[in-house]
């Protein structure tokens, strides 16, 4: 029965759709928003509901080593443990292990050194330390779904090698070949029928792969097209700019079958979820709006930018902690009815952050969070009413 | 005509009122939050709204240095700047410099060395070094007042010399003397009709002194009786313990204007709060719930100490950094509504805390807030419907 998918709409600027699950149903395009730690940082669960939050998304790496899996699954299921009673994600954990090995793709980018030696991949699994207590844990595909099981949420993700940006043709495809491997033995252990946390409403997600290069990414989706996934994810690397990530996007849309959702995994910039869309993304996940909001920065419509000093944005956000906001007796933004821009002016946002408040960032995430909602049902009026031009001026300004 | 007060009855178990402000009514007795930097750490003023929060007590040391009082008075008054509409306090700024100074009172009682380099008091007022910056300020009777005018609240105080507990007879009846001196420059300046920020809603509240010496509070009283004060504080030292404390209420409330509302500064214990209402207190204010809270406490009532695990309680709340909670999938207190109890369990508040995130205190905060709200109201039903014992019993166990 759970979960379920199909499409409404098809358009070049995107496609409308709805995914059923057991706990409520996602409209397509649709942004989940991250709770690492079973929590979003700074905002409670029912205050999240009432900003129309489609999904919440649990990682699986940071759960495991912290409550653990077992005390999760005793208070029912990563939803019910955080008061949520909407549709849950949880990632496989790769992507957390891996950063910590080989870093972010930033530090990649800037050339800070790795610290590889927390990590050793082997054809088993993941071996790494726990950033808890230094014990020793091995990632495996089984486990990863074993763990995902416990959590119980509705969707769930196969573990991959997340590889860094800069490898080779051949690094990458012994990589996405290693992946395929893992992928094959996460939907044996997700279908084994006696797995001691079976959940008969999951679906399993498969995760393309191939880097930027177009033959492997088109052998992965062969692979995942052959395989009885639930869904789609894209993963592996996009590229350095958002340019190369549409065409690394078009390689990995491209014969992906069409009945099954397609996640993006960690795009949060408003102009690639755009472009994303538009390519045929459905849903996106991406700890940008709410890290950025505990920075100090609240995203803005294009409509601010131009009557705004100059230094008050960068990258469709303003950044509270600026001096210019000291006197600055406005809401962030006059047009917006989120709670924080119906009672708080950017002078008493600027005060709570210079004055380190824990109260600023959850007000600012609050503000980011209800952006990304409306940006999103935005999105999906514009895809049925043929207005997605008109939509892509408001949001993102070109 | 703001504020005025009224009282409906007076009964041995404390008197019921009304404060009347510009920004709404208080029933007394009431119990004020702190909002040390215009925000309740980690709750949404929307938030503590919907808690039925009575009024939000603000600090003019912290405000004055940060974000500065004109800055708040361009925005309106403190009310304003933080986006709560409801009645407002400030304190004179007194507590906080000497705080500074002589240390708390924990850190004297305990014997920690005191850094009274950064204090300077003269008959002028209070010199200290800011906290933020290091530059030197003189806190005056007449900048608090100036400051307390320009943040608006709808009841101040005037500033007074805030003693450590254990100096002597002498040492005591010269600082109520100076206090005296700063109360009178206080009232003058307040009454001047062309100060800048000249507010015609506001109340201000004399302080009494005198220590543990029945003479010398009775001198206080008797000053305090004499100037047209709005309401009276209670100030001064109260002693080491809740016995002795009692003992300094009889002798402070003794003669002292049955007509106006008396504020009992920095008491938010449960167990205080019972006794000082029965010796006539209408209204208190204390950092305690918000503090614990952030700490890990969830107060709770005395029903639960008898089943809970001895390990469970400390002084009227649980610590839900304790272990035995790892797996107590029941919420803080199973009869209470706040919207902690309605989604979290002790399982999910331990698994937050455990994992440092901020929604741990906010959530805890909450719980608390919420608690002493509902104390609050018990309290003033009891008055009303002569069943405090029964209030009692069911708040404070005895």
């Known amino acids: 029965m759970f979960p379920k998918f199909t499409v409404k709409k098809n358009t070049p600027y995107g496609r409308l759709g709805t995914i059923f699950t057991a706990h409520g149903n996602i409209s397509t395009p649709s942004f989940f928003f991250c709770a690492t730690k079973a929590t979003i940082k700074g905002v409670d669960v029912w205050t999240m ?16 080593l912290q409550p653990g ?11 019910t443990f955080m008061g949520w009673s909407g549709p849950t994600y949880t990632d496989s954990g790769g992507y ?18 790795r610290s590889g030696r927390y990590l050793k991949i082997s054809e088993n699994g993941a071996t790494f330390l726990s950033y808890r207590d230094g014990s020793t844990w091995c ?32 690094q990458t495809r012994a990589s996405m070949e290693q992946s395929h491997r893992w992928a094959k ?56 700019t958002s340019a190369q990530m549409r065409e690394v996007l078009d390689m990995a849309l491209e014969n992906l079958c069409p ?17 994303g869309i538009a390519k ?23 409509h601010y930018w131009s009557t705004a000093h100059e230094a008050y944005h960068s990258r469709a956000s303003i950044n509270l902690l600026k001096a210019c906001f000291k006197n600055d007796h406005r809401p962030i933004d006059e047009t917006c009815t989120c709670p924080t821009c119906q009672r708080y002016t950017r002078a008493y946002l600027h005060h709570l952050m210079k004055s380190k408040e824990i109260s600023a960032g959850s007000a600012l995430t609050i503000h980011n969070v209800f952006f990304m909602n409306s940006m999103m049902e ?17 949001w993102v300004g070109d």
Do not use: W
């Open 185 to 240: 033995r996460s939907l044996t252990a997700f279908l084994k029928e006696d797995a001691p946390y079976k959940r008969s409403y999951q679906g399993l997600y498969g995760i393309s792969q191939g880097g930027i290069y177009p033959d492997l990414r088109c052998q992965s989706v062969d692979f995942l097209n052959s395989m009885p996934f639930f869904g789609h994810g894209i993963g592996g690397s996009l590229g350095k």
């Open 280 to 302: 045929g993304i459905d849903t996106f996940d991406c700890v940008i709006p709410t890290r950025l909001g505990r920075h100090g920065g609240a995203l803005i419509r294009p």
């Open 69 to 79: 899996a077992e005390v999760i699954a005793k208070s029912g299921s990563v939803g």
């Open 49 to 64: 509901e009432t900003l129309n939050t489609p999904v919440i998304l649990a990682n699986t790496y940071h759960l495991m």
């Open 378 to 394: 935005a999105i999906r009026d514009g895809i049925a009413l043929n207005s997605m031009k008109d939509v892509r001026l408001q």
């Open 96 to 113: 957390q292990i891996f950063s910590l090995g080989y870093g972010c793709v930033s530090q990649e980018i800037k050339g800070s050194p």
């Open 139 to 170: 990632l495996t595909p089984e486990l990863s779904i074993h763990v995902q099981q416990a959590l119980g949420a509705d969707c769930i993700f196969t573990l991959d090698e997340c590889t860094p940006y800069h490898i080779s043709y051949e």
């Open 259 to 275: 009945e099954r959702p397609i996640h993006l995994l960690g795009i949060g910039k408003i102009q690639d979820i755009f472009d």
